[in-house]
């Protein structure tokens, strides 16, 4: 569990900083949060085999960062 832990904290980092270069006048991000597993495979392949809920959590991780770095923050539900 501990290896699940530090890869989504390892990967929100990593996202932040390609929003952050990205976005360097909008400070509006929307992250996608899916409502079937295989969809979110299909989309993210580095995440197949994790459930809905791994994913919730990563996105409430990358969330947090990205509010705290003065990002506002809309999840839009798939």
Do not use: C
Not at 7 to 20: H, Q, R
Not at 25 to 32: A, D, G, P, Y
């Amino acid at each position: 569990m501990l290896f699940v832990d530090r890869l989504f904290n390892e990967k929100a980092v990593d996202a932040l900083n390609a929003i952050t270069a990205i976005n360097q006048e909008s400070r509006v991000v929307s992250l996608q949060r899916y409502r079937n597993e295989n969809k979110l495979w299909d989309e993210n392949p580095s995440m197949e085999g994790l459930s809905l809920l791994n994913h919730a959590t990563y996105l409430m991780r990358l969330r947090y960062l990205l509010m705290d770095n003065g990002f506002q923050v809309k999840i839009n539900y798939l």
